[in-house]
């Protein structure tokens, strides 16, 4: 497919494609992460298991989503999208009709770790690693629109989840769950992605930055481990907030219905932020945009430090959180191909995955272990917003060094 259809039915087919994967997010982040709270008290009760011994299971999933990445990014660089994705896709709903059947923790468990795995070759690094290889010229674009439908998911399958346990008990939903998968996003990703481009020798991303080179040296470049600090750690912040939200909140002087409302407009305001980003594609200035929207997580974070016990500063922190957060993805999705190399995303990406996984599941337990009776979460911000202020700084320092212009003296 070409990265800019010129004929109309090209047109439709590349629309078709974004639609169709974009469907295929909503149920995958659905389905497969956001199930889990509210599985889990259910579970816990039909198996005796303790909170503990129930979230080692979604950290589980976790790794071996982390431990997949990598491989699953090589392949999809090598042309196997369809297979992996339809597969990825195949693998996550037999899990969850597994998942219908536990009877045991050891059962539980196996079930998320082979739901981790079925999530990396589902979730946003293959896709945006596939979206990118098919339109190199307007990946940035396609990555906005997939992000609209994946963004709605905690809202639609939270309460579709809670809804079919209340009517049909938790491993009912399981099933029902992983038959929407299964005849949904398997005929889906097995009948969008044929025709996969084949793979093609690095070349020099859109910045024009970098010189063709090996995968090898791209991981070994400056610019590519700067972006990996800067994606480990601001998504450590993102898998840091949520957990704590109602509570931060709740400390900053919300009534406690507030409380509850804000951290559930997080996704509409998610969502905000990319419409800014899909409106203002071709007018915002791409490294420009890059450069500043991330700022707004520690402008966040810092709002809610300084404003601790004032309401005000709550709904700030909300509104700046949600739409960064929102605008995030976009940036830590697309800066890989556009300032290293857009030949081995799905294997730059997926180099990532383990030190993300490790990362999202430390954060939030950090940031927990922090917290006092006397000083609230003042320690565990002051930590959060350290780490934004110093990914932030990662990300300025890549993009300045894969802009830099070529040394000419020494040709």
Not at 372 to 381: F, K, R, T, V
Request: net charge positive; aromatic share 8%; with cysteine.
């Amino acid at each position: 497919m070409n990265a800019a259809p010129s004929s109309t039915a090209g047109q439709a087919d590349a629309r078709a494609l974004v639609l169709g994967l974009s469907l295929a997010q909503l149920i995958s982040w659905g389905s497969a992460l956001y199930s889990f709270a509210v599985f889990v008290g259910p579970v816990e009760a039909a198996l005796g298991a303790g909170r503990a011994q129930s979230s080692l299971a979604f950290s589980l999933a976790l790794l071996a989503e982390g431990l997949a990445a990598f491989a699953v990014g090589r392949w999809i660089d090598a042309g196997h999208e369809r297979a992996v994705m339809t597969g990825g896709s195949l693998l996550v709903g037999l899990a969850l009709v597994a998942h219908g059947f536990v009877t045991s923790l050891t059962q539980f468990y196996g079930v998320w770790t082979l739901l981790g795995a079925g999530m990396a070759a589902t979730l946003y690094p293959p896709v945006f690693a596939v979206v990118t290889r098919r339109f190199p010229a307007t990946f940035r674009r396609a990555i906005i629109t997939l992000t609209f439908l994946g963004g709605l998911a905690s809202t639609v399958f939270i309460p579709l989840t809670a809804w079919l346990i209340a009517h049909g008990g938790w491993r009912q939903a399981s099933w029902v769950l992983g038959a929407i998968n299964l005849l949904l996003c398997v005929p889906l990703h097995g009948w969008l992605l044929r025709g996969a481009p084949r793979p093609v020798a690095a070349a020099a991303p859109a910045a024009g930055a970098a010189t063709p080179a090996s995968l090898a040296a791209h991981l070994r470049g400056p610019v590519f481990w700067r972006l990996g600090v800067f994606t480990v750690l601001l998504m450590a912040v993102a898998a840091a907030v949520p957990p704590h939200l109602v509570s931060l909140l709740r400390e900053s002087g919300l009534p406690p219905g507030w409380a509850i409302a804000l951290p559930a407009s997080i996704g509409v305001l998610q969502v905000l932020g990319r419409l800014v980003l899909y409106a203002g594609d071709r007018r915002l200035q791409l490294h420009a945009t890059n450069r500043w929207t991330p700022v707004l997580i520690p402008l966040a974070l810092l709002t809610l430090l300084l404003g601790s016990g004032h309401w005000p500063a709550a709904l700030l922190f909300a509104l700046l959180y949600g739409v960064g957060n929102g605008m995030l993805t976009i940036v830590k999705g697309t800066v890989i191909a556009q300032y290293v190399s857009a030949a081995h995303v799905g294997a730059l990406n997926g180099a990532l995955g383990l030190p993300l996984a490790l990362a999202r599941a430390a954060a939030p337990l950090a940031v927990g272990l922090l917290w006092s009776p006397a000083h609230g979460y003042s320690a565990g911000l002051a930590l959060l917003l350290s780490m934004a202020v110093l990914g932030v700084a990662m990300l300025w320092s890549a993009q300045a060094r894969a802009l830099r212009p070529p040394d000419i003296t020494s040709a």
